[in-house]
């Protein structure tokens, strides 16, 4: 019965996203403004962490159950993607290496920052 209102409060969030994404003309997702204002609202301390813990450890641990639909996707249009299979491979992994240089760095420069101050 606890579970109910930490979905609750998730999805409360997540609707406040959809209508940001609706009513606000940036090309950015609605799931980027539900990420933004869970912060907030954590950072904030309106929302404590205990308030929706168990909610989202429980929606991380199903989280690998929603590529299945992806994967069966991918399955379906093979025959029109696997031409083209190397460049994906080649923009996965040169996206992948560039956010880990670019992580590296930032925190670099955390790190850096704080042992200043």
Known sequence: MKYI???LIILTIGFAAEIMNAVIPAPVPACIY???ILFILLCSGILKLDHIKESARFLIDVQPVMFIPAGVGLIVIWSEVKDSVLFYLAVCVVSTVFTILVA?????IVIKRRKKS
Do not use: S
């Not at 590296?104 to 670099?108: C, E, I, L, M």
């Open 104 to 108: 590296g760095w930032v925190t670099q």
């Open 5 to 7: 209102p930490q979905y």
């Open 34 to 36: 539900g990420i933004i």
